[in-house]
């Protein structure tokens, strides 16, 4: 079955360390997203990438890395730099040329910083 | 810029009774909006979405929306609601402007918790 694939689906994280999660899609999409979401603020855009090698900063990126060395993969990295790092992240993806602009979502990766 | 309210936090139903979940957006230009459901620690999942056409948007599980353009809404709606409807709906639009490298944005609302009671 296609789909979108996150883990670790639960991470923890002392202060000041580097944590990095994964998310691999089957769908061949050209385009994936990374979102944060908090309780009660709905869902903010941290970064995206539209195509392999390329990737833009959205709402939310300061303390937040990317790279998108291959199609499938979409790897964030919360850096020491995330000032509120606790939260909720989806990544999900879509066909770059889509119209309508249907996002499909992974089952989230839930990060607490201890 | 783009943007939807959700002005209920919680809307809770009797089983069997109608339900109805609300969002109001604003955009310059023709809307795209959706409607996804969210279960606990879970993933968001595509319920429907309104393009062009007729203003009642028919979806997964039973549940439907209107799209009303004067009152800048698209309400969620389910004739009888199940024990098993009850998680978060987010309605979301599409940015009318294109990302940066042609991709499409979706602005989100803030969500509403749907508890539906034996």
């Known amino acids: 079955d296609g789909g979108i694939t996150q883990s670790p689906k639960y991470l923890f994280r002392k202060e000041g360390q580097n944590v990095t999660l994964s998310c691999e899609q089957n769908?061949?999409?050209?385009?994936m997203y990374w979102y944060r979401q908090d309780p009660g603020q709905g869902l903010r855009l941290i970064y995206y990438s539209q195509i392999v090698n390329d990737f833009q900063k959205g709402d939310i990126a300061e303390g937040y890395s990317v790279s998108r060395e291959k199609k499938e993969s979409f790897p964030l990295t919360v850096t020491s730099a995330q000032k509120n790092p606790t939260a909720f992240y989806l990544c999900?993806?879509?066909?770059?040329?889509?119209?309508?602009?249907?996002?499909?979502f992974g089952e989230g990766s839930r990060l607490t910083v201890l | 810029a783009q943007s939807v309210a959700q002005p209920e936090d919680q809307v809770n139903v009797a089983e069997g009774n109608p339900l109805t979940v609300k969002c109001t957006y604003s955009v310059s230009g023709n809307p795209y909006l959706f409607w996804y459901v969210q279960y606990p620690n879970r993933g968001l999942q595509f319920l429907l979405k309104?393009?062009?056409?007729?203003?009642l948007v028919k979806g997964s599980y039973g549940f439907e929306a209107e799209f009303n353009k004067s009152q800048t809404s698209f309400h969620l709606k389910k004739p009888s609601a199940l024990v098993s409807d009850s998680a978060l709906y987010f309605c979301?639009?599409?940015?009318?402007?294109?990302?940066?490298?042609?991709?499409?944005?979706?602005?989100f609302g803030t969500g509403t918790q749907l508890k539906v009671e034996l």
């Open positions: 999900a993806s879509s066909r770059r040329q889509s119209n309508t602009g249907e996002l499909f």
């Open positions: 979301a639009v599409r940015d009318i402007k294109r990302l940066t490298g042609g991709g499409n944005k979706l602005t």
């Open positions: 309104y393009i062009t056409g007729d203003n």
């Open positions: 769908l061949n999409h050209d385009a």
